[in-house]
């Protein structure tokens, strides 16, 4: 009997043990819970982290996150509202905000990704829609360092004037997406363009474009450059002939300088005396030979010309 007793007392003990365990559950900084009862929530959403307690096998416990989290949109292509079809990629943050409402809505956080997937593509396809591709681009009307080459044409209506401004677009599509995932028990608390571009037909053209026009400023700068080295090659042979033509004459004054103190020196000497004039033809002979004879030469002359007189002397010795 008493072992019957143990038995069931044990067991007593045991079960009690394993429907407090099951009944008592944990809530930690960053969650919040829901109790449902058959389903249906019941009592206010438990946000203070400690140790909770619920009915065993009756009442279940729905943990839910505290911290921010992430919505990461899918590219889309949007057509703004001038006409041009870009790729538009969004990313947001949000958090649980009425985690009861939040239950009874989406029920968890695949649901809520759903809904935010409609509700933010929407919105952002609505505030595309309804503006000019440079206020998607553009934040503010800061000015632009950049070449006069590059005001015209798609360059010159970028930088226009812009009114509103892609931080005011994105700040108008959080706040009207805010509207309607309040309903949800979501609350956004940012949204931003990760990245826009134009789809690949467009962008193809734009590249094309792009690429015709800095070939037309390299050719124009080509053009300029050769204009200028022609300029300075011609300013270059203009220059070398008037040193070359002023250090001709310069040569020339020279020469003439040379000869003429040569021939006052030539007049000079022969006007001296005798000996001094005979010593003169002598030198002048001497050299006329040296100049015209070489060890190869052969010359026929005449006996009887005054330019061999000197030869025919030494014959005659």
């Given at each position: 009997m008493?072992k ?11 079960l ?29 959403p438990?946000t ?9 096998i ?10 921010f ?5 899918d ?16 990313y947001a ?19 809520a990704q ?11 396809r ?17 000015e ?14 970028s ?9 005011t ?12 995932t309040?309903e ?6 940012d ?17 094309e ?12 700068f ?28 310069t ?5 003439g ?18 000996e ?41 010795r």
């Amino acid at each position: 009997m008493k072992k019957i007793k143990y038995i069931v007392v044990g067991g007593v003990v045991f079960l009690a043990f394993i429907g407090i365990v099951s009944s008592a559950f944990i809530v930690n900084e960053t969650h919040q819970v829901i109790i449902t009862q058959f389903g249906k929530p019941v009592g206010k959403p438990i946000t203070k982290p400690g140790i909770h307690f619920k009915i065993p096998i009756i009442q279940k416990a729905h943990f839910f996150d505290k911290r921010f989290l992430e919505w990461d949109g899918d590219p889309n292509q949007v057509p703004t509202k001038d006409k041009r079809f870009i790729w538009v990629d969004t990313y947001a943050r949000w958090r649980i905000k009425d985690p009861l409402l939040f239950f009874q809505r989406v029920r968890d956080e695949r649901g809520a990704q759903s809904r935010l997937d409609d509700i933010l593509d929407g919105e952002t396809r609505n505030a595309i829609a309804k503006h000019v591709l440079v206020e998607l681009v553009r934040t503010t009307n800061r000015e632009y360092l950049t070449s006069e080459d590059l005001l015209a044409g798609e360059v010159a209506k970028s930088l226009d004037k812009i009114r509103y401004g892609r931080e005011t677009i994105t700040r108008s599509i959080l706040e009207a997406a805010s509207k309607r995932t309040l309903e949800l028990g979501i609350e956004l608390l940012d949204l931003r363009f990760k990245r826009i571009n134009y789809v690949e037909e467009v962008q193809k053209k734009i590249f094309e474009r792009m690429i015709s026009e800095r070939k037309r400023i390299a050719d124009k700068f080509r053009s300029e450059g050769q204009g200028e080295a022609s300029k300075i090659l011609g300013n270059k042979e203009r220059e070398l002939k008037k040193i070359q033509s002023r250090a001709y004459r310069t040569a020339q004054e020279i020469m003439g300088k040379a000869d003429a103190e040569a021939t006052a020196i030539y007049a000079q000497a022969y006007n001296q005396s005798l000996e001094s004039r005979k010593f003169y033809t002598f030198l002048k002979t001497m050299e006329t030979y040296r100049t015209t004879f070489s060890e190869k030469d052969w010359l026929i002359l005449s006996t009887k010309g005054d330019f061999f007189i000197y030869l025919k002397k030494q014959a005659g010795r």
